[in-house]
């Protein structure tokens, strides 16, 4: 896409049709609605090829390293980093919930309630034994994304210790090859953004209206603000100190991973432009970055974590119960855990909040 002989970037363009899609919901209303095919079919394309993805870029980013003592090194770091913003995630999503106290200004006003059914045990053995696939074909059908991880990580593993080097290097051969045909098929994709992020962006203002703006907007920005400080101050702490990258400027040259991410709501969705940005902007190896980014989109929901501290901040607000050390300190553990598990559980997010909320001991 070109204006005035000038190229318009996919950030941009994904960005103009987020507006153009917003309004378009406003305006025309719910009929637009009727043409959520189109946003759902360009977000079928890309879960298509997430599985491929996801094994090629693990596999091919750990045999490219020099040695499993390598793998170790970045797999020892990576994780620990992981698991680091995942803690502090929570204490700031505590933090900001307890300064602007969302539970006090909430107005429910025309809103009906809805009991949750069903319950889930998620406890440390289920979720260590719901990390390793009894069929690798099921996994890859069922979209089991942290069960596909595993699978490749094994797979990786396995050629990088393979003893024959001519049949060792034909495995190689086949899985770079698979990488670029893969990344080929996401580009094509891709290009579709615009158009897909326009239909889904008008199907959301289209059913709700301008009561996105309204009901439940004290708990929404107070979300959103807690994710904006753990971007700029946690996020920018660590860009500071250990990358040297002025946190303002990472922001804005990674804008369009930001702007993808938001209009798609997925992280699964956004790998692909997390690899593509992370390789183009700042030349991380495609060993780093294959193998690290989907791992990242297992273990660092740290979205999620935030969303967790502040809706139970918001529930003991609401029924005037204070929170205890205890609890808070259970929060920050749960929260933890729960983030990383769970990923092949269908409507995993809201059945993972009940389990956190009903850990702390407060009304479902």
């Known amino acids: 896409m070109t204006i005035r002989g000038k190229k318009v970037s996919l ?12 309004l378009a919901g406003l305006i025309v209303g719910k009929p ?8 759902d079919v360009w977000l079928n394309c890309i879960k298509m090829i997430v599985v491929p993805m996801v094994v090629c870029t693990i596999v091919t980013g750990i045999i490219s390293q020099n040695s499993s003592q ?4 970045i797999s020892t770091r990576i994780i620990a980093y992981y698991v680091l913003t995942t803690v502090l995630a929570s204490i700031v999503g505590l933090l900001i919930a307890n300064l602007l106290q969302p539970g006090h200004f ?26 390793f696939s009894t069929n690798m074909i099921k996994t890859f059908a069922d979209g089991n994304i942290i069960q596909t991880l595993v699978i490749a990580i094994f797979i990786g593993v396995a050629i990088l210790k393979m003893k024959n080097e001519e049949h060792k ?22 290009a579709a953004s615009p158009i897909g992020v326009f239909f889904l962006m008008s199907d959301s203002f289209g059913k709700y209206g301008a009561s996105i703006f309204t009901s439940m907007a004290v708990l929404l920005g107070t979300y959103y603000l807690a994710c904006i400080v753990h971007v700029i101050f946690i996020y920018g702490f660590f860009l500071l100190a250990f990358a040297k990258v002025n946190p303002f400027k990472f ?58 501290s502040c809706v139970i901040v918001f529930i003991s607000q609401m029924i005037g119960q204070d929170l205890s050390l205890a609890q808070l300190i259970n929060i920050i553990f749960v929260s933890t855990i729960m983030s990383m598990g769970g990923g092949g559980i269908p409507g995993s997010g809201i059945v993972k909040l009940m389990v956190v909320v009903q850990a702390v001991g407060l009304p479902i």
């Open 11 to 22: 950030a941009t363009q994904i960005f103009i049709a987020m507006i153009l899609g917003t």
């Open 251 to 308: 922001i804005k040259d990674s804008a369009e991973l930001w702007i993808y991410t938001i209009s798609t709501c997925s992280f699964i969705a956004s790998i692909p432009v997390n690899i593509k940005v992370a390789k183009e902007k700042y030349n991380v190896p495609d060993r780093i970055s294959g193998f690290t980014i989907p791992l990242g989109s297992q273990m660092n929901s740290d979205g999620s974590v935030l969303l967790y």
């Open 32 to 39: 637009i609605t009727q043409f959520t095919f189109i946003g």
């Open 169 to 190: 290097e034909t495995m190689v051969k086949f899985f770079n090859s698979a990488s670029s045909m893969v990344f080929s098929l996401i580009g094509m994709v891709m």
């Open 70 to 73: 390598a793998l170790k090194r």
């Open 106 to 131: 909430a107005n429910f006003t025309g809103m009906a309630s809805q009991k949750i059914t069903g319950t889930a045990s998620i406890t440390l053995a289920s979720f260590i034994k719901g990390l």
